[in-house]
């Protein structure tokens, strides 16, 4: 029901294409998408292996949603074993190829092996073949992205491709599809690269449906559009400035990391904010703002459409860079911004551009170039080291010239591509990477917002925000207000977002909708598509399922209970200024509180208790 | 009264949810692939931009038909295909001046806007606006009430200077 029920298997060794069943059992148990995903990797690789070698696998999988009208219904994701953390990742994305996917007749695709030489997969519905990719490996992916439509003639392919950094190995290489969405976390885009796979190419013209009562689903899709449009985040403050509307509310609280998180509050968080975004430009009246734009089936539309200043040093004479294309998110202004100290928006959007042309993740790589400010200012990292880049907090020169090395993978961008983790290790300061399990912050300060901080450090794919936003409780009161300087109660706040999250990715659905939605809105729809078992109450236990199922995946990786924490500095430095002054993250303290809500013993490993009430093997 | 279809671009995010209400109503799946309407990016200037039928007067492609197989919706103005008749000569395809009217490979017949019996599903389902469904003699209403507001504003302003 709404699954097409069929996957593709591709070995890239020997060049060989079959077509599968899914697993109706691990389906029922697992639900799509990140979850199911999840499965097939736990079963099919030894979570020790090296990620970046032909023993890992790479999944692209859609959730039952994923190409339904369903508001938001168009996500994808990629899961692997992530090469930044050797954890289990999971990068989900928007755009247009997921549905694309679901619509030519795929659940999932799963990648195994190494293919000899370069190739990309071209699917037309039923029709899946490899071919080969030479003429675009070593080129961009916009490169690639147009070689691929005028080659195959056709305007409506959808295309999934990674840049010159996946092949060189960048450890936070994203998969960037339909030019500008990224499933870009954790290192994905290198995982493919290192198969020799370019791209993916898309055209899916069956259509999605098989749904399980029609009209029931179609009665949900409604109700839930209602209420988005009717909520003031997914109505109004999304898609008038995207997740940007977070920017200047976020430093206000005193939680906007800035300067590699030395400090919580940053004074050009204004120049940076999504209300600048939309104000007129000096040089030449417009505003960084165009429009904004939608995802697959979103009627949220968060997306940014901008432009750089065409007079702005960063693309004097770089012609291809003066129209339109994908601009900055909250997370990427907030990691090539604040994080760096560097109020330039044509600058940050720049390096945005950049990212998305060339595959990147700007979370990390911006991380990466603070790390590295904070080591150059210290003197731990020579001029001689950069190539004469004085790498100086504030410098928008140092800061785009750092994503042009990162691109072409050339001199001191070799060591900005290993992430913060290795390249502080590389220069004697290991403390100064801000990263959780080797996957750097995003844009919420944990001493400012306490329960951010517990999810970040438990986090099976190190510190993301998008596991557990428990930022919208403790700062948006979603859904409802709870303290973010206290830590009281939060391994409670953190498991539930946690869970629920991890259902809500299955499904193919944007997590953003639960600003407005909780799983009252999300199960009549998935029960529409897929059958009136999926409760509340079942979405739930299939949340906690995945999420125990990630944990044992990273515990037979070699993680342990020593990685679930939070970098010294957050920890023993307190907050200098704003409402979280005085203040440390209370990580530690929090911790057996929530192992303890897990059902997981003081040493974080789920017990055969849990494991067994949530029908996990032992 | 009948009633036409009025696309407004600007407001338009390239959601695709009128494509899927579409082939929904019309295919029975969710398939942007065999909707009547298309949203176009354009990616450069950073427009999204609807199109579909815009049921003329005068059809060409009525009229180019050799089977009368399209016909006049007395109530709603559509020019509707009967899919009975229909011979798949793609004639009609060749004569529209604006493409709107399209072959389907897995019917053999031709598609195009039917205004969904005057209920268009597109208008509906889309989230912002963009795509609405007014009285066939007064498209331009929301344009001239946007002008008129700011000659409005003139005038007070002119007042008020002097």
């Known amino acids: 029901m709404s699954w097409t029920g069929k996957l593709l298997r591709i070995n890239l060794t020997r060049g060989e294409i079959i077509s599968e069943a899914v697993n109706e059992e691990w389906k029922n148990d697992y639900l799509g998408s990140r979850g199911l995903a999840t499965k097939y990797l736990f079963e099919e690789i030894d979570p020790a292996c090296e990620p970046l070698s032909a023993e890992n696998k790479m999944i692209m999988a859609t959730g039952p949603l994923t190409g339904t009208m369903a508001a938001t219904g168009g996500r994808y994701v990629v899961v692997t074993k992530g090469p930044l953390t050797n954890c289990v990742a999971c990068s989900n994305s928007g755009g247009f190829i997921g549905a694309e996917m679901k619509s030519a007749g ?11 030489k370069p190739v990309y997969l071209y699917i037309e519905n039923d029709k899946a073949e490899l071919l080969p990719a030479d003429d675009i490996w070593g080129t961009s992916v916009w490169s690639t992205d147009e070689w691929l439509h005028n080659k195959h003639q056709d305007p409506l392919l959808r295309i999934a491709a990674v840049g010159r950094p996946a092949e060189n190995a960048c450890l936070y290489s994203g998969i960037v599809n339909d030019l500008h969405r990224a499933a870009g976390r954790s290192g994905v885009g290198a995982v ?17 449906g098989n749904l399980n009562d029609p009209a029931g689903f179609m009665k949900a899709v409604n109700d839930g559009k209602a209420v988005l449009a009717e909520n003031p985040v997914t109505g109004q403050g999304l898609p008038a400035y995207g997740t940007q509307v977070l920017m200047n509310v976020i430093n206000e609280i005193g939680a906007l990391p800035t300067n590699n998180m030395k400090d919580v509050q940053f004074d050009g968080a204004h120049a940076i904010s999504g209300e600048a975004m939309s104000e007129p430009r000096k040089s030449d009246g417009r505003p960084n703002l165009t429009t904004n734009a939608a995802c697959f089936g979103c009627t949220i539309a968060c997306g940014r459409i901008s432009t750089i200043d065409q007079g702005h040093f960063s693309v004097k004479n770089k012609s291809k860079y003066w129209g339109n294309s994908g601009g900055l998110e909250y997370e990427a202004a907030w990691a090539l911004g604040a994080d760096n100290g560097v109020d330039d928006l044509d600058a940050l959007t720049y390096v945005n551009f950049i990212c998305n042309e060339e595959g990147f993740d700007p979370i990390t790589f911006g991380a990466t170039v603070a790390a590295a400010m904070e080591m150059f200012e210290d003197g731990n990292i020579t001029l001689e080291q950069t190539g004469g880049i004085p790498f100086n907090f504030g410098s928008a020169e140092a800061l785009t010239q750092a994503a042009e090395l990162v691109a072409s993978g050339e001199g001191f961008g070799q060591d900005l591509a290993l992430g913060s983790k290795r390249l502080c290790e590389k220069y004697g300061r290991p403390e100064l990477s801000m990263s959780v399990k080797g996957l750097e912050f995003p844009a919420y300060d944990p001493r400012g917002i306490q329960g951010i901080g517990l999810n970040y450090a438990t986090s099976n794919r190190g510190a993301c925000h998008v596991r557990g936003y428990t930022v919208a409780s403790e700062v948006l009161g979603i859904p409802e207000k709870t303290d973010p300087l206290s830590a009281e109660g939060k391994p409670g706040l953190v498991k539930a977002f946690q869970d629920i999250t991890a259902s809500v990715d299955s499904s193919g659905l944007c997590l953003f909708t639960t600003f407005a939605w909780t799983l009252d809105n999300i199960a009549p729809q998935i029960q529409g598509a897929c059958g009136s078992e999926w409760t509340v109450d079942y979405l739930l236990k299939v949340g906690e399922r995945i999420w125990n199922m990630e944990r044992e995946f990273n515990l037979k990786a070699g993680i342990t209970s020593a990685d679930d924490t939070l970098p010294p500095r957050l920890r023993e430095e307190a907050a200098k200024t704003g409402p979280a002054k005085g203040l440390v993250s209370q990580v530690d303290a929090m911790m057996p509180e929530y192992y303890q809500l897990r059902g997981w013993s003081e040493e974080g490993i789920p017990t055969d208790e849990t494991k067994q009430r949530l029908g996990l093997k032992g | 009264m009948e009633k036409s279809l009025v696309i407004n671009p600007d407001k338009c995010t390239g959601c695709l949810q009128c494509e899927m209400a579409c082939s ?25 931009v609807p199109y579909t039928c815009t049921q003329c007067s005068e059809a060409w492609c009525q009229q180019a038909c050799p089977v009368d197989a399209i016909s006049l919706n007395l ?88």
């Not at chain 1, 493919?192 to 999605?208: D, E, P």
């Not at chain 2, 929904?24 to 999204?48: C, D, L, M, W």
């Not at chain 2, 066939?136 to 504003?153: I, V």
């Open chain 1, 192 to 208: 493919m690269a290192s198969k020799n796979l370019k791209a993916v190419a898309i055209r899916g013209t069956k259509g999605v």
């Open chain 2, 24 to 48: 929904y109503e019309n295919e029975g799946v969710f398939n942007p692939a065999k909707s009547r309407i298309k949203v176009f990016t354009f990616h450069q200037e950073g427009r999204f």
């Open chain 1, 106 to 116: 795929w659940d999932m695709i799963i990648f195994e092996g190494k293919s000899p």
């Open chain 2, 75 to 162: 109530v709603t103005g559509a020019k509707e295909v009967n899919e009975s008749s229909c011979v798949g000569c793609k004639v009609c395809t060749i004569s529209c001046p604006f493409g709107t009217i399209n072959y389907n490979q897995s019917s053999g017949k031709v598609i195009k806007c039917d205004l969904c019996g005057g209920d268009p599903k597109c208008a509906s389902a889309c989230p912002t606006q963009a795509i609405t469904y007014v009285d066939a003699d007064q498209t331009g209403l929301d344009k001239m009430r946007q002008w008129a507001t700011q000659t409005d504003n003139a005038t007070s302003n002119t007042a008020s200077n002097a």
